[in-house]
């Protein structure tokens, strides 16, 4: 920390230290990691089956409203994808990150990442951006315009990759970390997945306190209600600055 006058370090993953200048938190996070089911004939059906009902009732709705599916790394799919997840976090109350990141990333996976788009009426309003790695399908930037929630656009989103991701040869879905009781969180166990917690070593450097960044405390409540408020050009391109500095 002092080395780089960070306030704060934080390990995520492998061995966690034993020495006492580092604190221990094993109840913010947690993963969420489900086998998928076997490929084969009916298989989309039985992934369909093997969601909790009451999800699986959000993805049939869903289903039903005429939403077509389309997956790749073009030009297109990639001005689509800024533009719904721009919009999405915006929504949230949270800074997007640059688009050249996600270019970046794009350009070098390559064939191991893929952005799948949810359009109703040719217009895109969910998308996601994955990651595919030993087996495991992995939707790391993902989001819906505010039409979304009333299409289960969303819904429809992840069961579709589901599919799409067994038929790429995956066993593994992938749905990341959340915030222990925040809404990605209880969204997640929705859909079947089952919390693990996650533990990471955090270190201040020395007088400082620890370093508040959890979207949820309190202090960003005001921040987050004025973010959500900005028009969309605005947000964009104030959000890759400010996400700069968010660690």
């Not at 209600?225 to 391109?237: E, M, S």
């Amino acid at each position: 920390c002092e080395r780089h006058s960070a306030p704060t370090l934080e390990l995520r993953g492998g061995m966690l230290p034993a020495d006492p200048r580092w604190t221990i938190k094993s109840d913010a996070h947690a993963g969420f990691v489900a086998e998928l089911v076997a490929d084969g004939p009916d298989a989309d059906q039985k992934q369909l089956e093997w969601i909790p009902r009451k999800q699986r009732a959000e993805v049939r709705k869903g289903l039903a409203n005429g939403m077509t599916v389309r997956t790749g790394t073009s030009a297109l799919d990639r001005q689509q994808h800024y533009a719904v997840y721009a919009e999405s976090v915006r929504n949230l109350g949270t800074p997007v990150f640059p688009r050249g990141l996600f270019e970046a990333v794009l350009d070098a996976f390559g064939e191991d990442a893929d952005i799948l788009t949810v359009l109703k009426d040719d217009v895109p309003v969910a998308s996601v951006l994955s990651l595919y790695h030993r087996g495991s399908v992995m939707p790391y930037w993902g989001g819906g315009v505010w039409a979304a929630r009333g299409l289960r656009a969303n819904d429809v989103m992840y069961y579709a990759l589901m599919n799409h991701a067994r038929a790429r040869g995956c066993t593994r879905f992938d749905f990341g970390r959340s915030k222990v009781d925040s809404g990605a969180f209880a969204f997640k166990k929705n859909w079947g997945f089952v919390p693990a917690p996650l533990s990471y070593a955090v270190r201040n450097a020395d007088g400082l306190p620890p370093r508040d960044v959890n979207p949820l405390s309190p202090k960003y409540r005001l921040q987050i209600a004025l973010w959500q408020r900005l028009p969309l050009p605005i947000a964009n391109r104030l959000g890759p600055w400010i996400a700069n500095g968010l660690g």
